[in-house]
């Protein structure tokens, strides 16, 4: 078995760019979701909410 190291990891996120953005929008509360009403034009989406 051969080792394997991790040396960073990312990610995409609407709190933010980097980990300093998305740590004060965690700790502010921020909620990133909203409603996509001009979604209602694609007939069998079942949701209107992105992020």
Do not use: F
């Not at 394997?4 to 996120?13: A, S």
């Not at 709190?15 to 979701?33: F, M, R, T």
């Not at 996509?36 to 209107?48: H, K, S």
């Amino acid at each position: 078995m051969k080792r394997v190291v991790v040396t960073g990891m990312g990610g995409i996120c609407a709190l933010g760019q980097d980990w300093e953005q998305i740590k004060a929008s965690l700790l502010a509360k921020h909620n990133c979701v909203i409603q996509m009403d001009e979604w209602d034009r694609y007939p069998g989406l079942n949701t209107r909410l992105a992020a």
